[in-house]
């Protein structure tokens, strides 16, 4: 059972995973008025993963006998200036939420609950690995500068960003099947 500070701290996450989702897709809606669609791709899938994160915690809270409560979510920026100014954003974002997780690590060591705790290290590893992906992407950027040939490259390559749920992941649990869908298959 989650005490009452370990259910607001994982449903005020949970939030920030959703808004992250919705910031991600705010920039996917951005290349996609720019007309790069592979960049329009990546955010788009990283929008995805987002949600993901967000229902898992949200499953997570439910499952330990806490009750998930839908906080506001707030308006992401509209438009960045270039690709540059959107991947440092995704990098600084996913820097923020590392910080935030591994303050959610020592909520879970100060209410002596080793099951979330357990449970967080999944994001930590995650996060790991959005840091590395989305400074990777930045770096690609940055070195493309305004090379147009460059940039056309980086699109395609972004275009080719699959989604994959987590093992063991459902985003229906119960009755409802997924049928055929796909997230982030978005062609030129
Ligand atoms: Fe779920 Fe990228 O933080």
Redesign the pocket.
């Known amino acids: 059972m989650l005490s009452e500070k370990m259910t607001e701290a994982l449903n005020g996450q949970a939030n920030r995973?959703l808004y992250?989702s919705y910031l991600y897709l705010s920039m996917s809606a951005y290349f996609e008025s720019v007309k790069m669609k592979g960049f329009a791709n990546w955010m788009r899938v990283q929008a995805g993963?987002?949600l993901v994160?967000g229902m898992k915690m949200y499953d997570y809270v439910i499952a330990t006998g806490g009750r998930a409560r839908m906080l506001a979510i707030e308006a992401p920026q509209f438009a960045w200036a270039s690709p540059v100014d959107a991947f440092q954003h995704v990098y600084n974002h996913?820097r923020i939420?590392t910080g935030l997780i591994r303050g959610l690590v020592g909520v879970a060591v100060s209410e002596k609950d080793e099951a979330t705790k357990n449970f967080l290290q999944w994001?930590l590893d995650?996060?790991v690995e959005?840091e590395e992906s989305s400074d990777m992407v930045l770096k690609k950027v940055k070195a493309a500068g305004s090379n147009q040939s460059a940039l056309a490259l980086a699109d395609k390559e972004l275009g080719q960003r699959g989604f994959k749920f987590p093992r063991g992941f459902q985003i229906f649990p119960y009755s409802a099947k997924l049928e055929g869908a796909t997230i982030g298959s978005l062609k030129k």
């Open positions: 995973e992250s993963e987002e994160h996913e939420v994001y995650e996060q959005e």
